[in-house]
Structures are given as C-alpha cells and as structure tokens.
C-alpha cells in the first residue's frame, strides 16, 4: 500500500495482472492524448510559444479547453504533446527538480537545464513516456527554442512545431518566417500557425493560447483567440419542473457544524 | 473487450451555482450477466467533497479504500478536511504512480471548496486532469452523457434545478446503453446539506 510512495518514482505491482487481462483478450483503453498542434518561434526580444486546446480520449473530445502550455521556471515554459498525463508529470517533475537547483545555486534557470534533464527522464524510459515537448525560455545567453522528442533526442531550431498538427504549422512556418521578427509579427505567424492546426487536423481544435517570454518578463495569453463559442443558441432551454424525475427514496444530511462561535471576552483562566 | 466493459458504469457530475452534484448508475455485472442493482459508484470522501470511480469494479473498490485510507491520514496530520482541488492531485499522482500497470479507472471528482465554489474534475487512467466548470462524464455511457449534458446544462442552476438535470441526463444516457443502468442513485452538495435520492429507472 505505501511502497512506491516512500522512495517516490513508478510502481509496477499491477503489471503482471494487467499482462494476464491482455493475455485473455482484454485490450487496455486508451489514454487520453493531446491530439495538438503546437508551436514556438524565436523573435528579435525573445519566444513566443503557441498551442491548440483540444484534448481527446479516442475520436471524442475530453477536454475542449486544457491548458497545453506549462510552466517550468518563470523564464521558461513548455508546450507539451501526446500523452496527457505523461506531459503533466514530466513537466512538472522538472518544474519542482528546477526549483530546487535554483534554491541551490541562487540563479536564474538555464533553458538547457530543462532540456537536459527532460531529455534525461525520457530516455531513461525509452520512450514509453509519450511527451513531445516544444521548450523555450530566455536566460542569460539568451532566447532558447528546443523540441524534445518522446524517445529522448533534442534539437535546437529558430522556429519548430510538434503533434498531429505540425504539419499544418510547419507549413505556415515555413511561408512566413524571416530573422528578427517583431513581438507583433511572431505573435501573429504563431497565432496563424496554429490556427492552421485547428482548422484542418481532426486531433487539435478549439482556441489559442499563446506565451511571450523575454528577458523583462512572461506574457501568457490564456485563450489569446477563442474560436470555440458556439454558433448557435438554444431558443428553449430544456427545464424539469421540479418532481418529474421518479425518486424512490430521499435522504437528508444536515452538515451544519454543531458548534456555534459567539463572540465574547477571553475567560480569565488564572483564578 | 475492453477492460472498462467488463462490469460497466455511468456517472456524471454537474455544477451549478454553489452546488455540486454527481451521479451514478447502480448496475454490477460481469460482461452480460447483471448481478446486483445497488452497487454505487459514488464514494464519500468527506461532507463537502465526493468521487465518483468509473471502470472495473474490483480497481474501483480498491481506489476508494486507499483514497479513504490516505484522506483519514491526511485528516490526522492536518486537522481539518482535504480541499477538492487538493484531492484531485492526490488522485492523480496515486494514477500516475502506476503509469505502466495502471488501475483500471476513470475518477471524477465533484466538491464544494471552503468558499463555496463548486469544483469539478475528471480524469483518465493515469490521472491526467480535466477540470471543468460545466459537466463531466465517466464510464460506459459517456457518448451518450456528453451528448445530453451539452445540451441540458444551463450556467447557475440552483440545487432543485440541477438535480432534475442531472438525474435527466443519467437516464437518458444510461437508456442507450447496455451495461448502465439498473437505477441511479444522485446526490447534491450544497454548503449546508448533502440530498441523496435514489432514482427508479429502466430495469433492463
């Protein structure tokens, strides 16, 4: 019951379980993915990093607004694709890793820092922790845009897309990038490149969220264009009046607390 | 087959204006074969908060018990009630810790925070979080469930209200769907009381 927890890391105890399901002919569900399309450019002050909000268990849509880009120190974010628990605990496993070298070093995080120990993790697991990372930040050498691949590999681009969508991005990428680009200019090709992504792959959709980081500070533009309101509106909504629903038994748990507070002087305890 | 075929189940939670309420089928069976019709799948965590584990049932019991177990020790250390946005990270990370040989279970987590605001999240297998301000669905039926709670579910909708809303949406899900059903049983949180009601429904 506490083992794993004591020494933290994974526990494999249900695998030889789960291997007999499978023997039987039970398949294991899906988890859910982030379908995705996400992006990061580096401009003349530093990257902005862009991502769809789409996540999918299946062919059904899970989440219609999950928040792709994450933190990993304030001058660094990451976007993160595949699967989604995976991208979660990988990047906030780094985050908290980071925190503790910058308590032990008393300087700002290095972007390669980040790069190497997510590299690291995912290697160590040979890619069975499905994370595809776009990571970026500004430090003292810098702006830094790096994509980290399930498997463990790196490569070190001015502008890089990752997910289902991107192609669609690269492509937009590819038209409309040139070297030093303004703030406005690389917020809009991002935006427009995973617009792309949104528009024509099936695995990313609904909105934009968008993150500038340069060395004075990080702008997080959650949901910097919203496409996902709906285009119609319910002329009726449905209302039950009360009663129509056919209860059998009904309960009552009254949790008031018991104890009442009434203000008053302090008791003298000495006496 | 799949693993979360095998017994079957529904759930769905819904939020409204500082209320919560969540939901769930009553049917256990193994694959075809219906066994029991008051197995619920909603489990207390504490007055203000519940969980809802959808999935196989034998992984379902074990969660909710380990779950229990950790909120009792939480209680002990802290001396007061676990929050649901705390909860839901305890939940994760007991999923996550089992990334390759994972318990078989989608939870979804409906709760009050000490403020009042309703907090609602889902989560797959390996505890990839989902929070929402509207709905979430679990189980067998969730096909079905999305598709009623889009379309039923209004923002600020007042305990009374969202529990004709809510038990509509599980009937109607759990109807077009084989291995669900067998009654419901719902209950609504609100800051001074829990109501759980016990639905009749489809007994087939």
Known sequence: MAGASQQGGFAFDLCKRNEFFEAKGVKHP?????????????FKDGVVLGADTRSTAGTTVADKNCEKIHYIAPNI???????????????????????????????????????????????????????????????????????????GSTDSL???????????????????????????????????AIRSGIMNDLGSGSNVDLCIITKDGVEYLRNHEYLQAKTYERQFPQKFASGSVPVVRERIYDIKKVVTVVEGEPMDMEA | MSIFEYNGSAIVAMAGKECVAIASDLRFGVQLATLATDH?????????????LAGLGTDSETLSQRFTFKHNLYKLREERDIKPSAFAQLVSATLYERRFGPYFCQPVIAGLEPDGTPYLCGMDSIGAQEPAKDFMVAGTATDSLLGICESLWRPDLGPEELFETVSQALLSGQDRDCLAGWGAVVYVITKDKVIARTLRGRMD
């Open chain 1, 158 to 192: 001015p502008y890089c897309t990752m997910g289902s969508g991107s192609l669609n991005a690269m492509a937009v990428f590819e038209s409309g990038y040139k070297d030093d680009l303004t703030r406005e200019e690389a917020m809009d090709l991002v935006a427009r």
């Open chain 1, 77 to 151: 974010y990451c976007c993160g694709a595949g699967t989604a628990a995976d991208t979660e605990n990988v990047t906030g496993m780094v985050a908290s890793q980071l925190e503790l070298h910058r308590y032990a070093t008393g300087a700002q995080s290095r972007v390669v820092t980040a790069m190497t120990l997510l590299k690291g993790h995912l290697f160590k697991y040979q890619g069975h922790v499905s994370a595809a990372l776009v990571l970026g930040g500004v430090d003292f050498r810098g702006p830094h845009l790096f994509t980290v691949y399930p498997h």
């Open chain 1, 30 to 42: 899906g988890f859910t993915k982030t379908g995705t399309t996400i992006a990061g450019i580096i």
């Open chain 2, 40 to 52: 619920k799948k909603v489990y207390k965590i504490h007055d203000q908060l519940f969980i809802g």
